[in-house]
Every structure is written in C-alpha cells, then in structure tokens.
C-alpha cells in the first residue's frame, strides 16, 4: 500500500499537466435573429522561455509579462495557461482580433459555467465573458467584438466582493 499511493499520486499529477500542456480549442456559438456567431479560442501551455517576465522590485509579488501587467499572474504564481489565439466569425465572415486583447489574460477558464459569447440583436457584434484565474489572483474579462474591429475589452481582478480595479481598455 505504501508503494501503491506515490504511484497513483504521480500518475494524477502528471495527467493534469500533460493535459495543460497540450493545445486546447474551445468552440462557442450563438444565434440570434437570424445572425450567427462563432467564437474560437485556442489555448496552451505557458513556456516562460517564449515571454520576457519582470519581477517589480518591492512589488509584493507584482511582475510584468511582455511589458504588461498579466491577468491571472503574478512572479509568485506564473501562469501555467495562456491564450494564444482567438477567432470570430459573425455571419459567415472572420474578424480580425488583435493579440493585445487578450495576450495578457492568463489562466482563462473556458468551461461554459465561466466562459460565454452572446451576439447583439443586430449582428454587427459580440459580448464575450470570461471570469478566469486562479484563488487570488482571478478576474473577469468582458470583449465586444464587433463586425468593424471596433473591438473594446474591459479586465478587473475580483474578490467575494466583486471586482477590485478595473482599468478600462
């Protein structure tokens, strides 16, 4: 028995990272008025050595990843998720989304119960909702993601009592 629980200890371990590690692509669709939308986000293993991680002096644990503050991260918990890429369609035509709207959002939650798209009532865009991270250091993202690239995101860390700082994007 003694043998037994390092063993499947281990083996629990090491299937959720090699679960984290592998790309992972997310398909969420709306329909509404007779509009349809279609929302994919891939997602893989965070490789520090890809990205440029500055840890602020006296910051108590804040850091910068790529020049930016990360969403979901700090230089004690660096993100084991991240991103990488995010596709709309909206009545048969692809959008265009630019990195920077969600390159800093690590450890993003794509479960439905955390992760949705709703499609505004005349087709021209997008809601998108995330709340993601991981104990304290989580957050919710709101996009709108629109048929012109008018896109806006809006990011606030959250708390039991909702959301702390909210820059707006």
């Not at 949705?116 to 997008?126: A, C, D, E, L």
Request: aromatic share 10%.
């Amino acid at each position: 028995m003694r043998r037994l629980v390092p063993f499947l200890l281990g083996a629990i371990l090491s299937t959720g990272s090699y679960a984290a590690s592998k790309p992972k692509t997310v398909q969420v669709d709306d329909e509404r008025n007779g509009y349809h939308a279609r929302l994919l986000v891939t997602t893989r293993a965070f490789d520090k050595a890809q990205h440029k991680i500055h840890v602020i002096p006296n910051g108590d644990g804040a850091c910068t990843i790529d020049g930016k503050e990360p969403f979901g991260a700090d230089s004690l918990f660096l993100p084991d998720i991240e991103i990488t890429s995010m596709t709309l369609l909206l009545n048969g035509e692809r959008i265009a989304i630019p990195r920077e709207l969600y390159s800093d959002c690590y450890r993003p939650n794509l479960d439905p119960e955390y992760f949705s798209m709703r499609i505004n009532h005349k087709g021209t865009g997008v809601f998108v909702f995330m709340q993601a991270g991981d104990g304290a250091i989580t957050y919710e993202a709101v996009w709108f993601l629109s048929a012109d690239g008018s896109h806006h995101r809006y990011v606030g860390w959250t708390a039991s009592g909702g959301v702390l700082g909210c820059p707006l994007q």
